[in-house]
C-alpha cells in the first residue's frame, strides 16, 4: 500500500507522519503501528456497523429471538469493542 509506505518511510526518516484512515476500513484490519509508527491514535465518532446490510440484521434477529439481546445494546457494544 503506497500510503502506508510513504507514512514509514517519513516515521523512519525523523520527519514524522499523520496517518487518516476509516475505522472498519481496509488500514483497520491486520496493520500493526507499533514503535515510533504508532505514538497516538484520534479517533472521530464511534464506529458502527452498517446496519443496512443483511448479514448484520439476520444477526440482530438471531441474536434477539435466541439470547434476548436488544439491537442496540449489540451494536453499541460492537461499535466500543472496534474502538479499543
Same mark, same amino acid.
Do not use: W
Given at each position: 500500500? &503506497?500510503?502506508?509506505?510513504? $507514512?514509514?518511510? /517519513? ?16 488500514? /483497520?484490519? +491486520? =496493520?500493526?503501528?507499533?514503535?515510533? $509508527? +504508532?505514538?497516538?491514535? =484520534?479517533?472521530? +465518532? =464511534?464506529?458502527?456497523? $452498517? @446496519?443496512?446490510?443483511?448479514? &448484520? &440484521?439476520?444477526?440482530?434477529? $438471531? %441474536? ?11 451494536? @453499541?457494544?460492537?461499535? %466500543?469493542?472496534?474502538? /479499543?
Amino acid at each position: 500500500m &503506497l500510503a502506508l509506505d510513504n $507514512y514509514r518511510r /517519513a516515521c523512519d526518516c525523523g520527519r514524522g507522519a499523520v496517518f487518516l484512515s476509516v475505522a472498519r476500513g481496509k488500514v /483497520a484490519e +491486520g =496493520i500493526d503501528f507499533d514503535r515510533h $509508527y +504508532g505514538r497516538l491514535a =484520534i479517533m472521530f +465518532g =464511534i464506529p458502527f456497523q $452498517y @446496519t443496512l446490510s443483511r448479514i &448484520l &440484521l439476520a444477526r440482530l434477529e $438471531y %441474536l434477539r429471538e435466541t439470547f434476548q439481546i436488544k439491537e442496540g445494546d449489540f451494536l @453499541t457494544f460492537d461499535a %466500543l469493542r472496534q474502538a /479499543a
